[in-house]
Antibody, heavy 122, light 107 residues
Framework: QLVESGGGLVQPGGSLRLSCAAS????????MTWVRQAPGKGLEWVSI????????EDADSVKGRFAISRDNSKNTLYLQMNSLRADDTAVYYC?????????????????WGQGTLVTVSS | DIQLTQSPSFLSASVGDRVTITCRAS??????LAWYQQKSGKAPKLMIY???TLQSGVPSRFSGSGSGTEFTLTISSLQPEDFATYYC?????????FGQGTRLEIK
């Protein structure tokens, strides 16, 4: 099970940290990802982090502004979001890679949280 | 970046119909493609991965095929619970990309 938290209303230029609490599986064995969905729009991948936390990839749209991290001792995934813009407004989902393997060719995600809404507005 | 283009973007069909959704990749991605179903206000649900492998628990009326640049998701006999939006996603390389979605509605 994945449960996101930390969303809310933030002003442009502000910061927010999202959390995703995981349970029911060996958290440290699986890469985890963030995917977002702007209101009425499609899915947009944001970031991914390896099971150990030593490898990350980001979408160009968030590079240099967002940072994905994890605390395997707490079974929790994070997304630190800085310099937020109006176009970052979206529901943010965390998701688990389906198998404990490395590499993009294993990037199908079999478990998703319910999402947390981030609204960037003045 | 690999672009995925789904067609159609909108599909109206009836219960019992056979429907096919196509996903075209801007470059060859072998069989590295997944399909998700998303119902309004809910998280996406994995349906198919590796182009044609059915995720555990997904009804057998769903099937996927294709390789290279053209892929299809087929629902053999639509059920009321199948009306949703479907997204393809490529697994070939970073950045991960999704198609724009196909909204399947009841006729």
């Amino acid at each position: 099970q994945l449960v996101e938290s930390g969303g809310g209303l933030v002003q442009p230029g502000g910061s927010l940290r999202l959390s995703c609490a995981a349970s029911g599986f060996m958290f440290s064995s699986y890469a985890m990802t963030w995917v977002r969905q702007a209101p009425g729009k499609g899915l947009e991948w944001v970031s991914i982090i390896s099971g150990t936390g030593d490898g990350t990839e980001d979408a160009d749209s968030v590079k240099g502004r967002f940072a994905i991290s994890r605390d395997n001792s707490k079974n929790t995934l994070y997304l630190q979001m800085n310099s937020l813009r109006a176009d970052d407004t979206a529901v943010y989902y965390c998701a688990k890679r389906a198998i404990a393997a490395t590499g993009p060719t294993y990037n199908w995600f079999d478990s998703w949280g319910q999402g947390t809404l981030v609204t960037v507005s003045s | 970046d690999i672009q995925l283009t789904q067609s159609p973007s909108f599909l109206s069909a009836s219960v019992g119909d056979r429907v096919t959704i196509t996903c075209r990749a801007s470059q060859g991605i072998s069989s590295y493609l997944a399909w998700y179903q998303q119902k309004s206000g809910k998280a996406p649900k994995l349906m198919i991965y590796a182009a044609s492998t059915l995720q555990s628990g997904v009804p057998s009326r769903f099937s996927g095929s294709g390789s290279g640049t053209e892929f299809t998701l087929t629902i053999s006999s639509l059920q009321p619970e199948d009306f949703a939006t479907y997204y393809c996603q490529q697994l070939n390389s970073y950045p991960v990309t999704f198609g724009q979605g196909t909204r399947l509605e009841i006729k």
